[in-house]
């Protein structure tokens, strides 16, 4: 190619509406996060783990609660002896070229007998779970509350929001392990009917996780609600909403036609960058014996059962602590990059 011709693709790429090329906001956007390599590292990890969870028993020789109290506390990459009825029966890898991970503790064992690998990889779909689920509800929970809010105006939002800082006035984690405490009392005192009958019921099912969701989703709409109502105050007064009006629209179609498509972008932004805080919230609950139930696996949990031998078994915390760190590290630089792809005072520095 001539210099010429180089020089023309490179002016047409970097100003492509002098040559009616012009991109959508979403291409610019998606053309800018593409720049950011850490934040598309960060994305092809979290599609890695997406993947780890839903064919954890692909990748997992044992079962998340399977023993072998023979090798308990086993090191990492150290064999042990099992009969050939053992292997056939309770390894997923048997018969495949894998079958070497039956006889092997790829990560070690914990202090049971359990295959910490396995664990580990079954721990995916708690700490997913909790990422996906809550920040679901607060999405839900927020969007709709501050919308009605910042829509109404006056005296509906004042009130709405008087609500909303009083509620931030009390400290999350506290009410979040009140509220954990009091699920898992009624739960050991055997309610069966009711609401919090099928809620018990519900959350047996679920190894835990339900209480869980309760829990971290009871408080953490609070900032959305917040965003959501600041961004229809600035939006509801535009001129595409003053002419939905005066061409009769209702209020709920102005809502959900007009005001949300444009304002739950930035807001679904804001949330990516939330997530890392609900699986540290889980670990955290976890990490006190307030999380999932046992033998439900747990990153969190796997912390708690083996920071006690820390010094004679680091490998019980090193690689669950690993996961945890570089799962929320890896939700970080993907919010990270999609607020400076979406924000345009932030395209065109380098990344």
């Known amino acids: 190619m001539s210099p010429e011709k180089q020089l023309e693709k490179l002016v047409n790429d970097e100003n492509p509406e002098q040559y009616g090329q012009g991109r959508s906001p979403m291409q610019d956007a998606y053309r800018e996060f593409r720049r950011n ?40 990459f150290t064999g042990y002896d099992i009969t050939e009825e053992y292997a056939e029966e309770n390894c997923h890898w048997y018969n495949t070229p894998l079958e070497w991970g039956c006889t092997t503790f790829i990560a070690g064992s914990d202090a049971l007998g359990r295959d910490l690998w396995s664990r580990m990889v079954y721990g995916t779909r ?28 006056g005296r509906v939002d004042n009130i709405m929001m008087r609500v909303v800082d009083f509620l931030y006035a009390v400290p999350t984690l506290p009410i979040i392990i009140m509220m954990t405490v009091y699920f898992k009392a009624l739960a050991r005192r055997g309610v069966t009917t009711g609401f919090m009958g099928t809620l018990i019921y519900l959350n047996k099912s679920t190894g835990g996780l339900l209480f869980v969701f309760v829990a971290i989703g009871a408080l953490n709409w609070l900032g959305m609600a917040r ?61 006190i014996s307030l999380g999932v139930d046992p033998p439900t696996p747990s990153w969190g949990a796997m912390i708690n059962e083996g920071y006690s031998t820390l010094r004679s078994n680091p490998h019980l915390v090193m690689f669950p602590g690993v996961a945890l760190t570089l799962t929320t590290l890896a939700f970080n630089f993907m919010g990270d990059g999609l607020r400076d792809a979406f924000d345009a005072r932030l395209r065109g520095r380098k990344l």
Do not use: C, W
Not at 131 to 152: D, E, H, K, M, Q
């Open 37 to 76: 390599i850490i934040a598309v590292a960060g994305v092809i990890f979290i599609i890695g783990i997406l993947l780890t969870a839903t064919f954890a028993p692909f990748l997992s020789p044992y079962g998340f609660a399977q023993q072998n109290t023979l090798n308990n506390r086993a090191k990492p």
């Open 126 to 153: 708690v700490s997913l779970a909790v990422a996906f689920v809550a920040s679901g509800v607060s999405v839900i929970i927020g969007l709709t509350y501050g919308t009605i809010a910042g829509f109404a105006g």
């Open 227 to 287: 965003q959501a109502r600041g961004q229809v105050l600035s939006y509801k007064e535009k001129e595409f909403v003053e002419a939905a009006r005066a061409i009769g629209a209702k209020d709920g179609h102005i809502i959900t036609k007009h005001l949300i498509p444009n304002i739950i972008g930035p807001l679904l932004i804001l949330e990516s960058m939330a997530i890392p805080g609900y699986i540290y919230t889980e670990a955290v609950l976890s990490l």
